[in-house]
């Protein structure tokens, strides 16, 4: 029984561990970098293939190569997490044609913050974000999933109606992004691809931090802005989730 125990303990710390160091990225000292990777690759994908049963994700899309798991820190924040071995925004295999949709199946994983809240919340009121390489503390590829903040939304609706490809500058608490709407998040409107294809002549994807959120109350019919920044430009940042809220204080009224 004590070993039983002991076990359990330390299963249940490892989930703690990767999910902490997922949520306060490069803040973060003398975390594991592998630790997200190995529950999801060593326990989640296992666990879905063998028995159908993906705990301790949420799920594992194993023809999508994709997997949802519930992050700690927040009240309704899910991360996206490929089943493949995948560093990041810097990880040049994510931009080749047939990769998988890891976009699609961040903003499909809305559901999971939904059913969290109790609530259906509109496009607008969702974000999926993921963090530049200096930004973050993990070595695998996750974009979180989350409300968005309130302020950051209203700021954001001038936008909700720009020509499609087009990019506009803004600012967002003191920090420089462009934005642009996109009527889909696959194959050439696959945000990554879409940042990749428009940065500067001196600019890298591994100083790039990636937001997006829906158009308008209906991705569907209104689209989506594609929020994009890095640390290779005056006034950028490579991180950009504070433009989330954690605490999805627009659920507080429901």
């Not at 699609?104 to 609530?119: C, E, I, S, T």
């Not at 993990?138 to 309130?150: A, E, F, K, S």
């Not at 209906?218 to 989506?224: C, L, S, Y």
């Amino acid at each position: 029984m004590r070993y039983t125990t002991l076990l359990k303990t330390f299963f249940l710390a490892a989930i703690a561990t990767a999910l902490m160091a997922a949520s306060g990225c490069a803040r973060l000292s003398k975390v594991d970098s592998n630790a997200l990777w190995e529950i999801v690759g060593g326990q989640c994908v296992p666990n879905a293939r063998d028995t159908g049963k993906p705990a301790p994700c949420t799920s594992v899309n194993l023809d999508k190569r994709y997997a949802v798991f519930k992050d700690i820190r927040g009240r309704a924040q899910y991360l996206l997490i490929p089943t493949d071995r995948v560093s990041g925004i810097e990880s040049p295999e994510i931009l080749y044609a047939g990769s998988p949709e890891y976009w699609v199946g961040a903003w499909n994983a809305g559901r999971h913050v939904d059913a969290k809240l109790d609530m259906q919340l509109a496009a607008y009121q969702l974000g999926l974000e993921i963090n530049s390489p200096t930004q973050r503390s993990q070595n695998q590829l996750h974009i979180h999933v989350d409300c968005m903040r309130t302020d950051i939304a209203e700021a954001l609706a001038p936008h909700r109606a720009d020509a499609p490809g087009a990019w506009n500058w803004i600012t967002l608490d003191g920090k420089r992004y462009r934005v642009t709407r996109v009527t889909s998040l696959y194959d050439r409107n696959n945000p990554f691809r879409v940042v990749a294809r428009n940065l500067g002549a001196q600019q890298t994807m591994d100083a790039q931090t990636i937001l997006v959120t829906g158009a308008g109350p209906d991705a569907a019919r209104d689209g989506w802005l594609i929020v994009n920044s890095g640390r290779d430009i005056e006034g950028g940042t490579g991180n950009a989730e504070g433009l989330l809220d954690h605490a999805c204080s627009v659920a507080r009224a429901h």
